[in-house]
């Protein structure tokens, strides 16, 4: 993989991500004023026009990107966590009906669907925007549990692995040096897909207007607020739309990228440099 | 036409792994190649199908097989499974474990004869088992389920059911009891469809008898084939004359596959620094009876001693227990090492597991078994085959076993390397005193053991 490959994919993926943590400190003016009237559509006074009530556009876009971009990358990575050491716990232990119980639960609590818990975590404490994180990792864990105990009970049946065991090799060293490495590259693949999963429920909870309340700006809001006024002026739905699917889209396409360099990369073909 | 112009293979530091090496393959001709290990010769067998390992760079020279270049896309879908069949070192490895043999058979026969019936499939695969001596009863099996020997016949007859034009053969024979190595190797040379044959092998018995031409690969290059070199007189080491006391003792053995009794109440004792070899037939039970010993796969009845202590049929449960350590360096070298790590680690949390257990460190193995420094910071996937064995037995050695089996360890190796290490065991034993099983199918190897016991009909005698 060359280098260049490598920062096509990471480039947009980091532009949205950057706009989307610093936009609040750039935003020009208030993000609640009116300053004009509804779906002005964009001009030189403001670059992206106005929405429903008449804001300015490039402000919300701005300030709207932060709480989702954190939401959807924290749910990722505390699922991810939770994700690896449950399974590769379930699949390391010797009580056999422990591990059993275990997914099973995680299995049980798959099947419930992932808004209605959404709802159930915003509607005990409203309009908090950790509560909604929370929400999304609790959702998102069960298929990385899955996915990564599959792995992992693969990779403990392998002689080395054995052998390791055999050996007295303490069980944190197998862990880091014959799972790890093998569970990496599936871990990216699965961390990109439920980032998308992630960025979703995330613009789901603002579009619902679960977390932080009405005059807060959110991409996923955004989306809703505006539609009326597509034919006056698109782009406070399009922006906001087009960020969210540059995020989705780029973030598993890299990670994707990162799992095949880890994996070792495709066959050597022997083409003359 | 078949061959290989001046290729030329470099590795990512710039040692030349093939220097302009010739190789003309006609149809009907066996052409041997032989040379130590480490000198290219799975490197060259491997670029005839468009294989280069990872890391490696062709940097000059032409392959043609067939007409076709292994180094395109299309030419590559045309010679793999189709124009060029490829035995490769490690068979239980290449298998798909989740298939069955005859399945995996079928599939063969299918992607090289697309166009024919199921009829004629089914008896392409039919000849092909009863060429390459592979047992039709074991076709329903999983490649788990088959030994060693087992599995590189199931290979070899996957080759034979495609018909290719060229036949490469890594070591065709090395799980192989001499007597169905003889019927294998009569298979191979006398095949109906006449293909071009390059076979890779330190049996020297076989390229002498088989080939007709011999090519030699020395550090990349292609040397004129001097004598062949012998094997040291085989003698059997007695070391020491302190008395010598029972460590292993095992009794009442009973292990079964697939409901059939494999080894039926067999009883076994080592004692300090000794040395034993198993034999037997393939398929006899031998990697079956070791890996039960060793801890990782039980057997149906039997206890096991160690100095007078019985001890648990799982090696995990003994390491747990601070239970005595029996090493096992395996057949399939490739399984054994973790893909994911250099040599320097594995060896390194090899000794760092023996003083964790409390067992006494030993020396650097690397010097001992004959491997160059600078495999130190290589995975295995940039280790030639016999490199591997080497490493594998290193791990082992390095983790101060109280017992080591070692399945076949050298049957990869060539006739100087394989001496050194049988060597470097004796060395290993006269100074640790460890007692050692080795499981072989060379009578040159086991020659050297103490005393050597055979598998017959599910007896140890």
Excluded at chain 1, 111 to 118: C, Y
């Amino acid at each position: 993989m060359s280098g260049l490959r490598r920062w096509v994919f990471a480039l947009p993926v980091g532009a949205v991500v950057t706009v989307a943590v610093i936009g609040p400190w750039l935003a020009p003016g208030s993000i609640t004023a009116p300053v004009g009237r509804p779906f002005e559509p964009g001009g030189t006074a403001h670059l992206l026009g106005t929405d429903v009530l008449g804001r300015d556009v490039l402000a919300r876009v701005l300030a709207g990107g932060r709480t989702l971009v954190l939401q959807a990358i924290a749910a990722t990575l505390l699922g991810s966590l939770a994700g690896l050491s449950v399974g590769i716990g379930t699949a390391r232990t010797c009580h056999r009906r422990t591990a059993a119980a275990g997914q099973r639960a995680v299995d049980a609590f798959a099947a419930v669907p992932a808004v209605l818990v959404l709802l159930l975590a915003a509607s005990g404490s409203a309009g908090s925007d950790v509560v909604v994180a929370v929400a999304i990792t609790a959702v998102s864990i069960p298929f990385s549990v899955r996915i990564i105990h599959e792995r992992t009970s693969r990779l403990i049946t392998t002689d080395y692995v054995c052998d390791a065991r055999a050996r007295g090799e303490s069980g944190w060293a197998v862990i880091r040096y014959d799972l790890l490495p093998g569970i990496a590259p599936v871990a990216l693949a699965e961390g990109g897909i439920r980032f998308v999963a992630a960025t979703q429920l995330a613009a789901t909870a603002g579009f619902l207007g679960l977390g932080a309340g009405a005059p807060t700006a959110n991409w996923g809001r955004m989306v809703r607020e505006n539609s009326t006024g597509l034919n006056a002026n698109p782009l406070p739905v399009i922006v906001p739309a087009v960020l969210l699917v540059v995020l989705a889209v780029g973030m598993s396409a890299l990670l994707d990228r990162l799992a095949v360099e880890r994996a070792g990369g495709l066959e050597q073909t022997g083409q003359l440099a | 036409m078949t061959g290989v112009q001046g290729l030329s293979v470099l590795t990512p530091q710039g040692r030349k792994i093939l220097d302009g090496v010739d190789l003309d393959l006609r149809p009907g001709s066996v052409t041997a190649l032989i040379g130590p290990s480490g000198s290219g010769k799975s490197t060259l067998a491997q670029a005839l199908v468009g294989h280069l390992g990872p890391g490696l760079r062709r940097t000059a020279g032409t392959v043609e097989v067939r007409g076709h270049d292994p180094f395109t896309a299309s030419g590559r879908a045309q010679i793999r499974g189709r124009l060029a069949g490829y035995l490769p070192q490690d068979p239980a490895s290449a298998l798909d474990p989740r298939r069955r043999v005859l399945a995996q058979l079928l599939t063969a026969a299918r992607t090289a004869h697309p166009k024919t019936g199921r009829e004629h499939r089914n008896q392409l695969v039919r000849t092909a088992i009863a060429t390459a001596s592979f047992d039709p009863n074991l076709l329903r099996r999983h490649p788990a389920q088959l030994s060693g020997g087992q599995a590189q016949r199931a290979l070899l007859a996957w080759t034979f059911v495609t018909r290719p034009g060229l036949l490469i053969l890594d070591e065709p024979t090395s799980g192989l009891d001499p007597g169905t190595a003889a019927q294998v190797q009569a298979a191979f040379t006398t095949l109906p469809w006449q293909p071009a044959v390059l076979v890779i092998s330190h049996d020297h018995d076989l390229v002498a008898a088989r080939a007709d031409q011999i090519l030699e690969l020395d550090d990349g290059h292609r040397r004129v084939p001097a004598a062949s070199p012998k094997l040291r007189q085989p003698q059997a080491i007695t070391l020491g004359s302190r008395p010598r006391s029972v460590v292993l003792e095992a009794s009442g053995i009973v292990i079964e596959r697939g409901g059939r009794r494999l080894l039926d109440d067999v009883t076994l004792t080592v004692g300090t620094a000794e040395m034993i070899a198993v034999q037997g037939i393939s398929g006899s039970g031998k990697t079956s009876l070791a890996r039960a010993l060793c801890g990782f796969a039980p057997p149906a009845r039997g206890t096991l001693r160690v100095h007078g202590t019985q001890i648990n049929w799982d090696a995990a449960v003994r390491a747990r227990r601070r239970q005595p350590f029996i090493a096992y360096v395996g057949q399939d070298a490739l399984a054994a090492l973790n893909p994911h790590e250099t040599v320097r680690r594995t060896l390194h949390r090899a000794m760092n597991a023996a003083a964790r257990a409390g067992r006494p460190a030993g020396a650097d193995p690397i010097s001992d078994l004959a491997l160059p420094q600078d495999v130190l910071d290589r995975t295995p996937a940039r280790l030639s085959g016999g490199q591997r064995h080497r490493v594998a037995l290193a791990r082992a050695l390095a983790s101060a076993p109280d017992v080591l089996v070692c399945d076949e360890t050298t049957a990869a190796l060539d006739a100087t390397t394989t001496s050194h290490i049988l060597d470097a065991l004796d060395g290993w034993r006269e100074k640790h005193r460890t007692p050692m099983v080795l499981i072989t199918h060379t009578p040159s190897v086991a020659a050297r053991a103490g005393r050597v016991l055979t598998i017959t009909g599910g007896r140890l005698r």
